[in-house]
């Protein structure tokens, strides 16, 4: 099982996969080369706004983009993260449906979806998100580790601890030994005589 630990300004990468994806369609004729050179540059541009969170100079220009095609919704997500950053949740769910409607099993689409919820104290739906990510994406550990702060949240301390240990087993079996050690620790602190967050950290690595 592969871990996947994507912070949401990972979808930059995401964004780049659109991108280039997007410029590869146009290559088709060497007439084309100045209309591709401003595409690129454009591309670039956009990717430099949201990189550096410029968000609402992004949305203009992605909307932009967005308006031009039905079909290309490589910025659905982008836009949807950039929307949730300004507060505006109503686009900020808007774009998340759409990139749901056009890929119902995009797991970083129902991962921010979750979010949204969360930040919103709508914890059940927040609950239902995260747990739609894990049975599309079991190794995608961030959802385990939201699912353990929604517990706490809830004052379950057992829901959220199975959660962290999940997440650590992830950890563990791709060598992410400082988010091991990281998380061995949270799972202390909500129980102090957890036998497997001490196996984790070792004798010699207990709670500082």
């Known amino acids: 099982m592969t871990i996947e630990f994507f912070q949401n300004r990972l979808l930059t990468l995401i964004i780049l996969i659109f991108f280039l994806a997007s410029c590869q369609n146009k290559k088709s004729q060497e007439s084309q ?32 983009e967005v308006n031009k095609s039905e079909n290309d919704f490589g ?10 950053n300004l507060g505006n949740w109503d686009k900020a769910f808007y774009y998340a449906e759409k990139l749901l409607d056009k890929e119902p099993s995009n797991y970083y689409a129902l991962f921010a979806i979750g979010n949204y919820n969360f930040i919103l104290e709508k914890l059940d739906s927040a ?5 739609k990510v894990l049975t599309i994406n079991p190794g995608y550990a961030r959802a385990n580790l939201n699912l353990a702060q929604l517990y706490i949240k809830q004052d379950n301390k057992t829901k959220a ?3 962290y240990l999940k997440a650590i087993e992830l950890f563990k079996k791709n060598d992410f030994m400082e988010e091991v ?6 799972v202390l602190k909500l129980d102090p005589e957890n036998t497997t967050a001490k196996e984790y950290l070792g004798k010699d690595k207990l709670r500082p």
């Open 161 to 163: 601890v199975e959660q």
């Open 181 to 186: 050690i990281n998380y061995s620790n949270e």
């Open 33 to 64: 080369h100045i209309v591709e050179t401003s595409h690129d540059k454009l591309m670039e541009r956009i990717t430099e706004l949201y990189n550096s969170r410029e968000y609402v100079e992004f949305i203009k220009l992605a909307e932009n």
């Open 127 to 131: 609950e239902f998100y995260y747990n």
């Open 75 to 84: 910025f659905y997500l982008a836009l949807s993260d950039a929307y949730g």
